[in-house]
């Protein structure tokens, strides 16, 4: 039993260190101080309509949910940002420490059969992620 | 209480913005704006809220007790 309880809390350290815990939820709180602080309107365009909270550095590039990287933007300003830092109808840049697109999460990568031949002169079963399409034996 | 109430003031038509965001969303439904005229007293304590806001050592304690008088202003102002 009380090895059990220090393998939980040992997890829920390793858990708590490497950030795993991070969220994209957006707390009440942090809604409250986003809105007053920027005046209740979008901060791309000035538009009081349709807004949405948006992460400043995107969720998807590591960004915090924190209200110092949320801001209020339109739906529209906001679409147009996507995970960028840039609103394109504006041509105006919302975002910091923007991924260009690519996450960070780790790219999945296709990999098909070896084209190269064993000693026995059969066709090598090993899986290859190369662009020469041979293993690391051929 | 399925959503939050949100207040924010316009400095340029002294007018009061309230808002509200369902909860586990990041939408926000806007909801009425208020002139200073017609409640001088929730204007005042939405401006405190958003000087609270913007200052440089932020007391969450104090934002969340004035988020408090504003929503019971509010309240008032709507009965």
């Known amino acids: ?41 979008c901060q791309c365009c000035g538009s009081s309509y349709r807004l ?23 739906m529209k300003c906001n679409r147009s940002k996507s995970n960028s830092c840039v609103c394109k109808i504006h041509s105006r840049t919302v975002g910091t420490n923007c991924c260009n697109g690519k996450t960070t999460k780790k790219a999945t ?4 059969q070896c084209t190269g031949t064993t000693k026995k002169g059969a066709r090598c079963k090993k899986k290859t992620s190369n662009s020469s399409g041979r293993c690391h034996l051929h | 209480m399925n ?29 009425e704006r208020i002139s200073y005229n017609d409640n001088e007293i929730l204007y005042n304590a939405v401006v405190t809220l958003t000087s ?3 200052a440089t050592n932020f007391d969450a304690s104090a934002f969340k007790s004035m988020d408090k008088v504003c929503q019971m202003l509010y309240g008032k ?3």
């Open chain 2, 52 to 54: 609270i806001t913007k």
């Open chain 1, 109 to 112: 990568t296709t990999s098909t």
């Open chain 1, 1 to 41: 039993m009380k090895t059990k309880k220090i393998f939980l809390l040992t997890l829920l350290l390793i858990i708590s260190i490497c950030g795993f815990s991070q969220s994209r939820y957006i707390s009440a709180t942090t809604k409250k101080i986003v809105f007053t602080r920027d005046g209740g309107v």
């Open chain 2, 3 to 31: 959503t939050e109430l949100l207040f924010a003031v316009d400095t340029n038509t002294k007018e009061v913005i309230v808002s509200e965001s369902p909860k586990g969303t990041n939408k926000v439904n806007f909801i």
């Open chain 1, 52 to 74: 949405e909270y948006d992460h400043i550095t995107p969720f998807s590039c590591g960004g915090s949910s924190s209200p110092s990287n949320i801001q209020l933007l339109c």
């Open chain 2, 77 to 79: 102002y709507k009965e």
